[in-house]
Structures are given as structure tokens and as C-alpha cells.
């Protein structure tokens, strides 16, 4: 079980940046991807960005890619989103959450792979 808490959100100005944190709780954490989502009024949530449990392996949704990164610390049990050159459109709240299943070396982007859901973080990016 991973149960998560994400922190880091706020209000940023359109080409600002912005870290989210996903800390984790129990012994599992490294045994799993983690995977960030977003959804925004109105909207259907929608995936972010995901990282394997293993070698770092990264994926993430083409309207993030080349702005966000994604990235792990196992001895932390965190998971970070580094978020650059922040848009409107980013505004949202953000999620993170835990595969579903352990050990997936390449990590996946539907939302129903993913378990113990945080209660999310904020992101209000201004223009």
C-alpha cells in the first residue's frame, strides 16, 4: 500500500514554475510507479506524467513534454513534478497515485492503472 499526500501547489504567473511533491507512506513505495494526473473545471481528469519503480523511466502527456519533469527519490518516498514555463491551461488540480502494480518497468498513462490517490494539490497559473 502507498498511500499519498501531494503538496507544492499555488498561484504562478504564466512562464513560471512550480514543484509538486507526492510523499508516500508505507514500505512499498519503491516497488511501484508513480504517476501524475491533472483535472481542471469542467474536465475529465487527465494523465501528466508517469515514472517507473526502476531506472527511472519516464513518460509523460505531449502537452507537458519539454516543460514538466517528473522525477523519484525512493529513500524519500517522494515523487516530484518540476513544472517550467507554466500556461494558462495548466491551471488544475494535480494528483499523484501509485500503480496499481508492483514492479511495471514501463509506466502507463490511464488513470485506472493507478491507486491510493492523494487529495491533490492546487495549480493556478495566471495570465
Known amino acids: 500500500q502507498v498511500p499519498v499526500v501531494e503538496s507544492g501547489g499555488g498561484l504562478v504567473q504564466a512562464g513560471g514554475s512550480l514543484r509538486l511533491s507526492c510523499a508516500a507512506s508505507?514500505?512499498?513505495?519503491?516497488?511501484?510507479?508513480m504517476g501524475w494526473f491533472r483535472q481542471a473545471p469542467g474536465k475529465e481528469r487527465e494523465f501528466v506524467a508517469a515514472i517507473s519503480w526502476r531506472w527511472g523511466t519516464t513518460y509523460y502527456a505531449d502537452s507537458v513534454k519539454g516543460r514538466f519533469t517528473i522525477s523519484r527519490d525512493n529513500a524519500k518516498k517522494t515523487a516530484y513534478l518540476q513544472m517550467n514555463s507554466l500556461k494558462p491551461e495548466d491551471t488544475a488540480v494535480y494528483y499523484c497515485?501509485?500503480?496499481?502494480?508492483?514492479?511495471?518497468?514501463?509506466?502507463?498513462?490511464?488513470?485506472?492503472?493507478?491507486?491510493?490517490w492523494g487529495q491533490g494539490t492546487q495549480v493556478t497559473v495566471s495570465s
Open positions: 508505507g514500505r512499498s513505495f519503491s516497488s511501484y510507479a
Open positions: 497515485a501509485a500503480d496499481k502494480a508492483s514492479h511495471r518497468l514501463v509506466p502507463v498513462d490511464d488513470g485506472y492503472e493507478y491507486e491510493y
